[in-house]
């Protein structure tokens, strides 16, 4: 095992006045990475935001951090969030992928905040890390669509990774200090999400609605459904196979309910070391916006003598086939994760808008998967290319099942 970058950077970087870029800030993990910020503005500047469609949230949050860049899905709504500004601020308004990119390279910024949701987020994550800068990676596709490729580019150009996902971060926290040769297996936790325990005659029957109560976790709706059906933590099988040069067999997944211990590391000696703590990304955020230092969060402390159990339980694959196919598209090769994961953002999309049941979403994967016959990725154009095309093959697939 080997971490996929050198931390020199950041652990040299001022724990002051540390310039940041927050590329999804009005999603659920830029919302709470700007909450963070707020705590300490005479620690951390915001010289970015990068937003979608929901600009008059966009808005509030540029008229508090004042940025001086911020980036919008297309130019009709930078037209549109110009209106919305004050006379008295005139940030650079840009839009699209190039928008994305170019404010995730700026000179000036010290640290990415990779939040964007799905495949949208690679380009902007490489060229930062092209640019030697340092990305808190909360978007987990890039390493999913790129992982090899991502690690390749680390090593040219120094940039840099930390973990925010809470899984990942929990074993980044729990390595440190530790000799990675001493590391046996990898452990990962799942809630089970809102079906933990139920069969596939109860899944015929989710509603939207249902799939989005998370039990424990507030997060944005296309993870929450990836949390449902487990495919959340296939991807993050995939992503610590990249991250931490983890082989697939060193890997493991176990149902943790209580989403209390948020992942495990085996050492050799017998040792299980684990990070604990409630079940708020501000956490993992907090970490990696300060690394290598900590500051207070804010979160809920944990009191371990409330506890009643902890409980940990196999993954249900036979219920729940989400997690095995993503383990088995990394195990055929670095393409079949992107034909994967283009599919199954395709048809979870298709279910939020009610096109598709809650069960066709492995229907969907699993026909997507089974008509790519392999292909060699030798550059990001490969992944984008095979992308485009595996969610054209899942677009299709959709309008047969639809309901």
């Known amino acids: 095992m080997r971490y996929i970058s050198s931390l020199e950077k950041v652990t040299g970087l001022s724990p002051s006045q540390r310039r940041i870029v927050v590329l999804g800030s009005t999603g659920s993990i830029g919302r709470t990475t700007l909450s963070f910020i707020g705590r300490y503005p005479e620690d951390f500047k915001v010289i970015a935001l990068a937003g979608g469609e929901n600009i008059s949230l966009l808005a509030a949050q540029a008229v508090r951090f004042r940025p001086p860049y911020l980036v919008v899905k297309t130019q009709e709504l930078a037209l549109q969030l110009r209106d919305l500004l ?9 839009s699209g992928p190039d928008g994305y990119s170019s404010v995730a390279s700026l000179p000036e910024g010290d640290i990415v905040v990779s939040a964007l949701v799905g495949a949208a987020g690679l380009r902007p994550t490489i060229e930062a890390l092209r640019q030697g800068k340092i990305v808190a990676l909360a978007n987990k596709e890039s390493l999913v669509l790129a992982g090899g490729f991502i690690r390749r580019i680390c090593a040219e150009y120094g940039g840099e990774i930390l973990p925010v996902d809470s899984e990942h971060n929990a074993i980044f926290q729990v390595l440190k200090g530790q000799q990675w040769e001493d590391v046996r297996s990898i452990i990962l936790t799942a809630s089970g999400g809102p079906f933990l325990g139920k069969d596939r005659d109860f899944l015929k029957k989710v509603t939207v609605e249902m799939a989005l109560e998370h039990p424990n976790w507030s997060m944005g709706p296309k993870i929450t459904i990836d949390s449902a059906t487990l495919m959340n933590k296939g991807l993050e099988v995939i992503e610590a196979h990249h991250l931490f040069g983890a082989p697939l067999e060193d890997i493991e997944v176990v149902i943790h309910p209580e989403s209390i211990i948020h992942s495990l590391v085996e050492m050799v000696d017998g040792s299980l070391l684990a990070q604990m703590g409630e079940p708020d990304m501000v956490v993992p955020v907090g970490y990696c916006l300060s690394y290598p230092h900590r500051k207070d969060t804010g979160v809920k402390r944990l009191h371990i003598t409330s506890l009643k159990r902890l409980s940990f339980y196999p993954p ?3 219920t729940f086939p989400m997690l095995r ?5 990394i195990s055929q090769g670095e393409d079949y994760p992107v034909v994967l994961n283009a599919a199954n953002e395709v048809a979870v999309g298709a279910f939020l808008a009610g096109k598709i049941s809650f069960l066709d979403i492995v229907h969907v994967n699993e026909e997507v998967l089974s008509n790519h016959k392999g292909c ?3 550059s990001l154009g490969d992944i984008l290319e095979l992308d485009i ?10 309008r047969s099942l639809g309901i």
């Open 86 to 94: 004050p006379l008295d601020y005139s940030p650079h308004i840009l």
């Open 316 to 318: 249900d694959l036979e």
């Open 325 to 329: 196919l993503a383990l088995e598209a």
């Open 376 to 378: 060699i990725i030798s």
């Open 389 to 398: 095309k595996s969610r054209c093959v899942a677009e299709k697939v959709v």
